[in-house]
């Protein structure tokens, strides 16, 4: 049997992307994709186009900010650190989430009280 990775809904990897950069800090996007993968116990994989996308979003709106520098590898990467609008936007964001998330429990519970036979 072939199990398949999770897709995403949209805006979750931003908000995803988003909640990474508040806990571990200033991270380049092959970094957040790694640690994005490894939380999900890689049900979710990241290619680079779907990475870089979210990070060009989420600068335009002023949600990250990014310089450059120097990666563990040596090599120049473009290190990426979320801002004070990102803080309140994750906080609006996450409270959205999980209202959600509340609600579709109660909807798929029907299912144990007796709502789907």
Do not use: C, P
């Not at 996450?94 to 509340?102: D, E, F």
């Amino acid at each position: 049997m072939v199990e398949l990775k999770l897709d995403l809904l949209q805006g979750t990897l931003d908000l995803m992307v988003l909640q990474t950069l508040a806990t571990i800090g200033s991270q380049h996007g092959y970094g957040i994709a790694r640690r994005i993968e490894q939380v999900s116990g890689d049900e979710i994989l990241l290619n680079q186009g779907t990475i870089y996308a979210s990070l060009v979003r989420l600068q335009q709106r002023g949600w990250i900010a990014a310089e450059w520098g120097t990666s563990d590898n040596n090599r120049k990467a473009k290190f990426y650190s979320i801002t004070r609008r990102g803080r309140k936007q994750l906080v609006a964001d996450t409270a959205h989430w999980q209202r959600l998330t509340s609600v579709m429990g109660r909807v798929l519970a029907m299912a144990q009280q007796g709502g789907i036979r």
